[in-house]
Structures are given as C-alpha cells and as structure tokens.
C-alpha cells in the first residue's frame, strides 16, 4: 500500500486489487484505483475509487476450475487428471490406471431422464471418493467412464483389493428420485511402469482390458496383458478381410431345426450365418459377428442373410411346402436402423413370404438398453404379423417383470442354463421359473442347446414348448436341411 501511495504521490495512477469484509461479515474483492489530487501543480491527495468485482473473480475460478475438473461430479476431468498423472510419473510413484464402465448406464437414462442419470453419477462419484480417499485420483473421462489412478500402493494384490472394495460399494442399490436401480462395473486395469511408462498407454491399456471384461459378461475387472496386442493386429486383420468378404459374398447359410416338445415335429428353424474365408475355411460368426458390429459392418452382412433366407425359404415353401417358421437373427444394430423394418418388408414381398412365418430374433440387451425403441419396433413388427422372439435369455441383466413389457411370441433360454440340467438344481429351478413365467404370459418357450434324452426329458415335464440342440440335430447346410425335413415327412406319413 505504502509503494502505491509513493506513485500517487509522485504523480502516477494506480490501482490494485484486496479483500474486504462489508458490515454483515460478507466478504467482496474490490479493484481499487489511486488517482492523485492536483491543485496548483502540488499533490495535495488523492481519490479511491474502488470497483465491486467479486462475482469477476467468482467467474474466473470458475473457469479455472472447469478447466481441469467434471462440472457434474466435481472430480477431475481428463485433462486434470493427465496434468497430475504426469507428475506422479515423474516421480515413480504411480501404481495403476483403473478404468471403469457402468453397466447398462442407458437403462438409467431410458427410464428415469437424463437428469436422474446426472444425479446417479454424482452418487457413484461420492462412492469412489468413499473407498479411494487420500489413496489416488479419481476423474471422470465423460459419460460413465471413470478413471481412478492409484499411487499410495505398494503391489498388485492392495489394487485387486482396491477394485473388489469398488465392486462392494457399488452392490447397495442407489436411490434415484423415487426409484432403485441396481448396477454393476466393467473394470479394466493397466500397470505402471510394465503396461505403459506415459498416461495415454496406460490409459489405452485399461480401455482394452475394460472392453474385454464387457465381452466376457460385464461385473467384473480384467487385467491388461500384452496378448491383447496381438488379439488387436489380428482383428485389424480380420476386419480388411471381412470388407473383402463381403464384397465377394464369402457367407453361407446353415439352419438349425426346431422340435415341439410334444411330438418332435419341426416346428421351425434358425438362421445361422458362415464365413468361408478362401484360405482359413469356415470362421465362426462368434469371431466375426462382434467385429462387424463394432465397425459398422453387421447391417450389409445381415441385409445378405434376410435376403438370402427368404430366397431359399421360399423355394421351400414352392417345392416341399414346409409348415416351420423362419427364424432371424437380427442384431441390435440392424434393428436399431431406420431401414431395418422396410427391407425386411420388401424381401418377404419379394419372396411371397406370409409374415406369420417370419420370426424375428432379437437380443435380451437390446431390449434393456433401448427399451422404448425396441418396444416401438417391436409392436409395428407384430402389427404387421411377424413373430418375435427374444434370443438367449438369462445371459443379461433382464428381471421377469421386463418380459410383460414386451409384445413377445416366444422366448429363448440360453443354453448355459440346459447344458447342466436336470444334475444342477440352481439352474434348474431358473429354467423351471422361466417357463412358468412364460406360460402366464402366453408366450412360447424353446431351450437352446438340448444334448441328452435327460434334458429331453425334464423340460418336456416343464412344459417347454420348443427344442433346439443336438440331441435332435446340429445346425444343417439347405440341402441336408430339406432332405430332414422330407425325410421326417415320410417317417409320419
């Protein structure tokens, strides 16, 4: 103050800022501007002129604070937790990079809005904060992606101990306006300094982990290994070999039958799509569906099989005069897709196709994670007089109350839940359950993956109505398709 006042003095304006308390203890920063008295060319004062400018300031550490930190929760934000990262790097005390995914995080958004998904991230990032203390950083990367950064660990088993400690927090349903929902995480984790010696590594590392504990069922965490690499190049790989495929058409159709329970009749059968790469032979679609999904690849691929389904199913119907109906696989993508309905409409129009005969096959999360657009799909579908079913069932999150929320015509229960039958009595009592459900419900059920005449057995007193699996037949080329179909003709006749 003594220095301003000695430029004033001299002459000079100036000004500076402070902090003041008004009467009521409220505290304001002032910007203050010292101007000199003249009288007479002599300095005989000077006036203070002092500016309110606390809402400025409000606003610059504001903007300061945004600048490295998630306006929602508070938690740094990417760049936050990189500018820190850096220095614990530097320092050689950084234990691991913790990626996490909520689960089915949609679900939330879909039902109760958009705001109880922001209140429901602010409450997982006051559990994180909970577990994780003074013992790293805690940042969210956007949308349900949090990262934690350990760096007051001394070995691997304290982080598992860390990521089961997560898990357990997130167990307590979270009470969102006047609803509970329960969720899970999808956890990947990388390891400094043996995953990656910079952030972005380590950062990448975690997501590849991450996405492996999504492909291998969600609620869990998975630790990065070099082999994912590989996994990586082969699947860049595979992808410029499936654009080829594509082009060139390398697919082929097999179906798999369907029986009644009752008689053994086939009652209809699935589609299953084939790869014949020119020099890998036959490639499973468990290898290359996923990827095609991933890459925007499915819809041309799944266009291929409704067209080249309906063209072979119709010279069945013309030349053998099969009953069974046609089941689709539909992936979540392709029925998500605006043209989905009208060239399903236009094959089955172009191949005098009823529509009774046409089931379409849909997935369990697809109905979870956009539920009112499946619904809405789903119901123009039916109005148009296709059969729906919903495949795999129990393999995801849905509860039995979801199955009345949809117009279903049959549902699917995967085969993890058959192949174990009647011995496990947990998975018994699930598919029991299911079938009951079903029945009320009056929907038809088909077990996946029927092998033994004791699995036969036991869902024909259940009351399921449908078999599918090898105890009847695998999944069959057209021409063994039809020949087992007119050679079960014969048998009847």
Known sequence: MLLI???????????????????????????????????????????????????????????????????????????????????????????????????????????????????????????????????????????DEFLICMTATQDKWEVIEILQEIQTAMKEPFKIQESTKEITLSIGVSYFPEDGEDF?????????????????????????????????????????????????????LNFQPKHSSNDNKIVGIETLVRWQHPSKGIISPVKFIPLAEQNGLIIPISNWIIQEACRIYSQWIQSYHVSF?????????????????????????????????????????????????????????????????MDDFGTGYTSLTYLSQFNLDRIKIDRSFIMELPDNRNNGAIVESLISVAKNLDMIVTAEGVETEAQLKILNKWGCDEIQGYFFSKPLPAEELIEYWNKQVKDDC
């Open 5 to 143: 006042l000695k430029d004033v003095y001299k002459g000079s304006n100036a000004s500076f800022e402070t902090i003041m308390r008004t009467k009521g203890e409220k505290t304001v920063n002032l910007k203050v501007t010292a101007l000199p008295i003249n009288i007479n060319e002599k300095i005989t004062g000077a006036y203070f002129i002092a500016q309110d400018i606390t809402k400025q300031i409000e606003m610059q550490n504001k903007v300061r604070f945004l600048a490295y930190h998630d306006e929602l929760t508070g938690l740094l934000n990417r760049r936050g937790i990189y500018r820190r990262v850096e220095n614990y790097i530097q320092s050689k005390t950084l234990a691991a990079a913790i990626l996490i995914d909520i689960d089915m995080f949609k679900d939330i958004n879909d039902h109760l809005g958009h705001m109880a998904g922001d209140i429901f991230l602010q409450q997982v990032a006051y559990r994180l904060h909970q577990v994780i203390e003074t013992k790293g950083l805690i940042g969210r990367m956007g949308g």
């Open 200 to 252: 972005n590594t380590l950062i990448k590392h975690a997501d590849m982990a991450m996405y492996k504990a999504k492909k291998h069922g969600r609620n869990n965490f998975i630790e990065y290994s070099s082999a994912f690499e590989e996994e990586k190049l082969n699947q860049i790989t595979m992808l410029q070999e499936l654009k080829l495929a594509i082009n060139q058409e390398q697919f082929h």
């Open 325 to 389: 109906h046609l089941s689709i696989n539909v992936s979540p993508a392709h029925f998500l897709d605006n043209g989905f309905i009208d060239f399903l409409l236009k094959q089955v129009e172009k191949y005098h196709i009823p529509t009774s005969m046409i089931d379409i096959e849909i997935t369990e999360n697809l109905a979870i994670e956009n539920t009112e657009l499946t619904r809405k799909k789903i119901n123009i579908l039916k109005k148009k007089g296709f059969q729906i079913s």
